[in-house]
């Protein structure tokens, strides 16, 4: 039981290109999100998917976009990145149905756009 | 939308002292308040939350208080220790299977 998973840990983008961080959840969890962590800003909700088939914008969702692949899987996907998305992104996951919301988080990507 | 202020950004105790970490939030209808705690290069971690039925919840040294009315809650460390030095982070939200809307986080300090 791994919890939730994020590739790649590191990544190193030129202005201009593209990537996908990709997240994973073995928890049968419904719920999904992405944040990004910047130095001062705590953590900002980037889009979240309340369920499968279902997709959100959070706080900062300028410049990503997402796909919501199946209930296990959430990706995030910069099409032209800039250096104002250098950042640590973290992707989380939780239960409905339980009054909480509880959310587990998976160990960070960190981004370095030059 | 909902909005998540937190104080102090950071705060020194020494070892032994207690540390009390304070958030407001502006939706009255957030109803779940969770604290993380997130290690240097670690992941957040939740370490204790209360939801609005409830005033008051202890876990050992740590404890949450809320109030409902003023729309502020807050963590109380007790007799605080070194590994207690990390960022906290403080949230809100509606419901579960939504957003939680976070603080920007105390940075805590314990000296021996």
């Known amino acids: 039981n791994a919890g939730v998973t994020q590739t790649p840990k590191f990544q190193v983008l030129k202005t201009g290109q593209s990537m996908t961080l990709q997240c994973a959840q073995d928890?049968?969890?419904?719920?999904m999100y992405w944040y990004r962590q910047d130095p001062g800003m705590g953590l900002r909700l980037i889009y979240y998917?309340?369920?499968?088939?279902?997709?959100d914008k959070g706080e900062v969702p300028n410049g990503y976009n997402v796909s919501r692949l199946n209930k296990r899987e959430f990706s995030l996907r910069l099409e032209s990145a800039a250096p104002s998305q250098t950042s640590v992104y973290f992707c989380?996951?939780?239960?409905?149905?339980?009054?909480?919301?509880?959310?587990?988080f998976g160990a960070g990507t960190r981004l370095s756009v030059l | 939308g909902e909005n998540v202020e937190q104080h102090p950004s950071t705060l020194s105790v020494q070892e032994g002292d207690s540390a009390v970490i304070k958030c407001t939030y502006s939706?009255?209808?957030?109803?779940?308040f969770p604290w993380y705690k997130q290690e240097l290069g670690k992941r957040p971690q939740l370490i204790i939350d209360?939801?609005?039925?409830?005033g008051e919840k202890k876990d050992q040294r740590i404890a949450v208080t809320l109030n409902k009315t003023a729309k502020h809650f807050s963590l109380h460390i007790t007799e605080t220790q070194p590994e207690d030095s990390a960022v906290y982070f403080c949230?809100?939200?509606?419901?579960?299977?939504?957003?939680?809307?976070f603080g920007k986080g105390t940075t805590l300090s314990v000296s021996s």
């Open positions: 209360i939801r609005s039925n409830v």
């Open positions: 939706d009255s209808a957030s109803n779940y």
């Open positions: 998917s309340a369920s499968e088939g279902t997709t």
């Open positions: 928890m049968n969890h419904n719920s």
């Open positions: 949230a809100a939200s509606r419901q579960a299977g939504t957003a939680l809307i």
């Open positions: 989380a996951s939780s239960r409905q149905g339980t009054g909480k919301n509880i959310q587990y």
